[in-house]
């Protein structure tokens, strides 16, 4: 496995942060759940042979989920890591090619590439939503349990 990417992931997850004025303390933390989130991903599509779409929205998944986890760590909102960790997912490079397909008059390739761009967008923003959703459901659920035993 080629680790150059996750050196990259992480460092661009950390810039990312520190363009976004993150707090010091949780910069190196929102590098790791870029690197993690960008691992998963890249292990999906190489070991499952899923499909870009559904690697993204597991991928994003699990930055949430880790976000969650850190954000109580650190005592801070889960945005903040959530926001910098899925930086490395964000199709931008599928983005730059819908445009240029636009520009050249391809537009069959241009709408190819913008379907792409804009599913692998839905899932990471399902991938976000979903472990939100799931995490405060989890936290509800244990309250019930705990107002009941009391």
């Not at 199709?91 to 520009?103: H, W």
Request: aromatic fraction near 14%; proline fraction near 3%.
């Amino acid at each position: 496995m080629n680790i150059q990417p996750l050196y990259a992931s992480f460092f661009a997850t950390m810039a990312f942060g520190i363009i976004f004025n993150v707090p010091k303390r949780t910069i190196l933390s929102g590098g790791i759940i870029g690197m993690m989130g960008w691992l998963l991903y890249s292990w999906f599509l190489a070991a499952f042979q899923l499909n870009m779409i559904a690697a993204t929205g597991i991928a994003a998944f699990f930055v949430a989920t880790l976000s969650q986890g850190f954000a109580r760590f650190h005592k801070m909102p889960v945005t903040i890591f959530s926001v910098a960790g899925v930086i490395p997912l964000v199709p931008g490079g599928l983005a730059y090619e819908t445009m240029r397909s636009f520009i050249e008059d391809d537009y069959l390739t241009a709408i190819s590439f913008a379907t792409k761009t804009l599913l692998i967008s839905g899932a990471i923003a399902f991938g976000l939503i979903f472990s939100g959703v799931l995490s405060q459901t989890l936290k509800r659920k244990d309250l019930h349990y705990v107002e009941k035993s009391s």
